[in-house]
Nanobody, 126 residues
Framework: VQLVETGGGLVQPGGSLRLSCAASGFTVRYYAIGWFRQAPGKEREGISCISSMDGGTGYADSVKGRFTISKDNTKNTIYLDMNNLDPEDTAVYYC????????????????????WGQGTQVTVSS
């Protein structure tokens, strides 16, 4: 199982970015995926997830209405579209997969996830 995040970078406040999480070794259609982030000096925060059962999604209050999670089963890739970015969004962003069971309704707790990507840095600054 491998997850590779890309798409991070430097963006101005109010700008947008799309993060990608390319999966291998498993099929994203059947497993729940989460996005997390960790800012310097802060705990890791679950910000979004997508379930395998019905494609249902979940968002932390801090990103609700600004971030959108989606997946492309044909590319075996999960995306996180981030809009109206704020300096408070500066962090390393990680995707993770729950492999203990298929057809799992996702959550935003890191203990629910078994494999993690290496992360991609997002910096929001003028």
């Amino acid at each position: 199982v491998q997850l590779v995040e890309t798409g991070g970078g430097l963006v101005q406040p109010g700008g947008s970015l799309r993060l990608s999480c390319a999966a291998s070794g498993f099929t994203v259609r059947y497993y729940a995926i989460g996005w997390f982030r960790q800012a310097p000096g802060k705990e890791r925060e679950g910000i979004s997830c997508i379930s395998s059962m019905d494609g249902g999604t979940g968002y932390a209050d801090s990103v609700k209405g600004r971030f959108t999670i989606s997946k492309d089963n044909t590319k075996n890739t999960i995306y996180l579209d981030m809009n109206n970015l704020d300096p408070e969004d500066t962090a390393v962003y990680y995707c993770a997969v729950h492999t203990r069971s298929s057809y799992y309704r996702c959550g935003l707790n890191d203990y629910e996830y078994d494999y993690w990507g290496q992360g991609t840095q997002v910096t929001v600054s003028s």
